[in-house]
């Protein structure tokens, strides 16, 4: 047997629902590099890097060419954000990784770069059905992912909220999709989210205090 029949192979099945190691061993480490994000520890990168690699074999396994691509993506995504953040470009003057809310215009980019993206993905997905049996949420976790990876590499807490509405759709896909595990690791996600939303919150406050008064935008994004 190959590592690939191996990850592809079932771990165990739970309430009629069969788990593959891949879906499994992904989401785990998965999981690991949102409380590493939480942290705000330059290891949820890596980390990230290797859940992409191995998740790949779980879409792969369930023909979900857009989690293929998502998880594509992930892998360059993360490499872009470890660099950001080892580069200091984030980094607060205790030496920790800085966080702030977002702009109003950053927020607007985020949202109409998401909405867009989602279209050309969807639209994509629906010429080619080959590429997924089902298009739009499809799309829309591939996109919503991608926009939850550029705030967190820029330091926005806003990334924390695009990962719930990755969630909303990412649970019933899953489960429907036969990757039990991934469905049941979306609903674990959403606790980590809301403490990791809580935490970067009242850190962006501290950020904020030690930035002063010339960083006027962030504190606007701050307040709203």
């Known amino acids: 047997m190959s590592a690939l029949d191996w990850l592809n192979a079932e771990a165990f099945t739970a309430f009629g629902q069969h788990v593959i190691w891949s879906d499994m061993a992904g989401n785990i480490v998965g999981l ?54 080892t580069r200091g470009r984030q980094q607060a003057q205790d030496g920790s990784i800085a966080v702030r809310f977002a702009t109003w215009r950053e927020r607007g980019l985020l949202a109409a770069g998401t909405a867009v993206g989602t279209g050309i993905v969807g639209g994509l997905f629906t010429l080619v059905p080959a590429l997924s049996w089902n298009p739009w ?59 990791g939303l809580r935490a970067w919150w009242l850190r962006s406050r501290v950020d904020a205090a030690a930035r002063g008064p010339q960083q006027g935008p962030a504190m606007e994004g701050a307040a709203a």
């Open 137 to 195: 949420p499809d799309a829309y976790i591939f996109v919503g992912t991608l926009a939850a990876m550029v705030a967190q590499a820029r330091g926005l807490v806003e990334f924390w909220f695009a990962w719930l509405l990755v969630d909303v759709v990412g649970v019933p896909l899953a489960f429907s999709s036969g990757l039990a595990f991934s469905g049941f690791v979306y609903v674990v996600y959403l606790g980590l989210v809301l403490w």
């Open 32 to 85: 690991a590099a949102l409380a590493l994000g939480w942290r705000r520890s330059v290891l949820t990168w890596p980390t990230q890097l290797v859940s992409g690699v191995v998740l790949i074999a779980a879409f792969a396994s369930a023909q979900l060419a857009g989690g293929v691509g998502k998880q594509l993506l992930v892998i360059v995504v993360a490499l872009w954000g470890w660099r950001q953040w």
